[in-house]
């Protein structure tokens, strides 16, 4: 019969590979998240800019026939000017705000809604400049724009 015998390289090494396993692990924890999952340092005035916009989901929106849905269908806006936008809903069914493409602002999340029913809103803060054509998801002939622009209080 023969006896298993342990040495102290084999502990010496469990050792070293805990160590590394702790140093890496510590390493992903307190740089790599934060830094992944920071927020970009935008301006206040654009954070909280002193106008809204308001686009308006029209009464009758479901007709295919209706030509005017979002009103204003394409609106420009200015960083730190009005680029909170609050989207009403003044129609009897419920409605979506959809990107066309998906959209992720970098302050704010991604861009779209849920559900807007009749009477309630939908508010975004748009804190980057781009371009967002959009369409309500149940009634695809519903479409509109969003041109985010810089504006001259943010310079």
Known sequence: MSLSTSSHAYGIGLIAVIVGVAIGVSYYQLYFIPELNATPSIPNKVKNPDQTTTITIVKGSVDQTQTQNFLPKKQSIQLGVDNRI?????????????????FKDA????????????????????????NIPYYCQVHPWMTGEIDIVHGALTS
């Open 86 to 102: 609050i989207w009403q809903n003044n129609d009897d069914a419920a409605h979506y705000v959809t990107p066309v493409k998906p």
């Open 107 to 130: 302050y704010s999340g991604n861009f779209g809604s849920g559900a807007i029913l009749s009477g309630k809103n939908y508010t975004f803060l748009f804190t980057q400049e781009a």
